[in-house]
């Protein structure tokens, strides 16, 4: 606001002092960029949010599903599981740092307890459940919290493959007893066994600021 203060006194100075005199038409520019204000609709910011929202959680599960593959190929199935419980967590931090957002996986059938459902979950993860397990489709979804100063951006994960059930399949079919041995040692109240292709692992939970959403536009 100074700013234009400024520069609108400065063209009333430049006036004054010579009718004739014009100002240069990058100053005149200068102030119509200051004094143009963006006016976004609340669609526009929660269509910028949902978009923002699937480019981060694919790039999260891209660099999980990729580190994961990586630990399997080099050291096998139960090392992948003691690598998955101390990298999964940082990789999610790292993404999130990087565009400035808190973002995790939540889910009721957890292995690590770091990814209980929150209470502002729940009711989000309720409704994938319900939709899983009456064949209807999952979408992703936007909710305000915090008077809206958040955006939350969730999305279904459901299990998309067999590579899934060497860690999260039945025990003594998908599960070996090598592999289940780990499980058991690292996360002794798993909840994560017993699932099948398409089941609901969870979901991913994005807390997007809605000052840097409105950035993007």
Same mark, same amino acid.
């Given at each position: 606001?100074?700013?234009?203060?400024?520069?609108?006194?400065?063209?009333? &100075?430049?006036?004054? *002092?010579?009718?004739?005199? +014009?100002? !240069?038409?990058?100053?005149?520019? /200068?102030?119509?960029?200051?004094?143009? %204000?963006?006016?976004?609709? #609340?669609?526009?910011?929660?269509?910028?949010?949902? @978009?923002? $929202?699937? #480019?981060?959680?694919?790039?999260?599960?891209?660099?999980?599903?990729?580190?994961?593959?990586?630990?399997?190929?080099?050291?096998?199935?139960?090392?992948?599981?003691?690598?998955? @419980? %101390?990298?999964?967590?940082?990789?999610? &931090?790292?993404?999130? /740092? @990087?565009?400035?957002? !808190?973002?995790? +996986?939540? !889910? =009721?059938?957890?292995?690590?307890?770091?990814?209980?459902?929150?209470?502002?979950?729940?009711?989000?993860?309720?409704?994938?459940?319900?939709?899983? #397990?009456?064949?209807?489709?999952? #979408?992703? =979804?936007?909710?305000?919290?915090? =008077? $809206?100063?958040?955006?939350?951006?969730?999305? &279904?994960?459901?299990?998309? =493959?067999?590579?899934?059930?060497? *860690?999260? $399949?039945?025990?003594?079919?998908?599960?070996?007893?090598?592999?289940?041995? %780990?499980?058991?040692?690292?996360?002794?109240?798993?909840?994560?066994? $017993?699932?099948?292709?398409? /089941?609901?692992?969870?979901?991913?939970?994005? +807390?997007?600021?809605?000052?840097?959403?409105?950035? +993007?536009?």
């Amino acid at each position: 606001m100074k700013k234009i203060f400024y520069l609108l006194f400065v063209l009333t &100075a430049i006036w004054s *002092c010579n009718s004739n005199e +014009r100002v !240069s038409k990058e100053v005149f520019d /200068d102030v119509n960029r200051s004094m143009k %204000v963006k006016k976004l609709s #609340e669609s526009q910011i929660l269509e910028e949010a949902m @978009k923002w $929202g699937e #480019e981060i959680s694919t790039e999260a599960q891209t660099q999980l599903i990729g580190a994961l593959q990586n630990a399997i190929a080099e050291k096998g199935v139960e090392e992948a599981i003691r690598f998955c @419980k %101390v990298q999964a967590l940082p990789i999610l &931090a790292e993404v999130g /740092d @990087k565009y400035n957002v !808190s973002i995790r +996986r939540a !889910s =009721n059938d957890y292995r690590n307890p770091e990814d209980q459902v929150k209470d502002y979950e729940a009711e989000i993860l309720d409704a994938y459940a319900y939709n899983t #397990e009456n064949a209807i489709k999952n #979408e992703p =979804n936007i909710q305000k919290l915090d =008077n $809206g100063e958040f955006l939350l951006f969730t999305k &279904a994960i459901q299990i998309p =493959n067999s590579l899934c059930l060497n *860690c999260h $399949g039945e025990p003594g079919k998908d599960i070996t007893d090598e592999t289940l041995k %780990v499980i058991e040692e690292l996360y002794p109240d798993d909840k994560a066994k $017993g699932h099948q292709i398409g /089941d609901l692992r969870g979901m991913w939970s994005i +807390r997007l600021p809605r000052a840097e959403v409105i950035k +993007r536009l």
